[in-house]
């Protein structure tokens, strides 16, 4: 009897195969670029934002809670970029915050990085497992840091797979992206460095022509040199404009397109 195995979550092919799970990641390939870059003295995380009309209000300073759809503070030590659907970024973004509080109010410190992108990464493969239920259509980069195993990166997808990278990309055009990477990346790669060399990537591989903060979420964990403490920031759309400049990849006056139109 013949199954439609790409309709149940559940159920795997004659090859293997958990169809649902491959739609999911392929839904993702077609997501804004997401970039994650792990230097010496910390992780720096870029996202491409999908403008889908001229007329929605960029104006947000966007950080902690403002307009940023892309990147979001996870815990003190942890921030999270995600690519795919946001509405199930939102979701998980929430539960990671909460299993992030929990363990801080049960061991007093904060969670390490690891340890949470299991903890998501647990529930993402439950999503696979139960009937009625589709696999969330996201996938994440960690930027974290911990005492024991300092600065770290790590991507999880849908199947509730994790890993740890140096260097990598989710969303479109990532091959291109990981490419570039694989030339570019060095493993004694300071912070200022990893900025330069995200941007560089971002500039080529994103859709649009050229960079902007209305298409740009960008965002470093460094440790505070006073405190020793991991110090998340989350760069407002004109820190990132003065980046950009600072860079030589800012839109020049002709490319102004959002505002002229």
Known sequence: MARRYDSRTTIFSPEGRLYQIEYAMEAISHAGTVLGVLAKDG???AAEKKVTGKLLDLSGEGGYGGSGEKIFLLNSNVIGGVAGLTSDANSLVNYARTAAQQHLLSYNEDIPVELLAQRLCDMKQGYTQYGGLRPFGVSLLYAGYDPHYQFQ????DPSGNYSGWKATCIGANNGTAQSLL????????LVKDAIALVLKVMSKTMDSTTLGSEKLEFAVLTL????KQPKAKIYKPSEIDALLRAEGLAKTDGDTEMKSA
């Open 153 to 156: 990166l790590y991507h999880s």
């Open 224 to 227: 505070d040199e006073s405190t």
């Open 182 to 189: 694989k030339q570019e990346y060095k493993d004694d790669i």
């Open 43 to 45: 992780v720096v995380l």
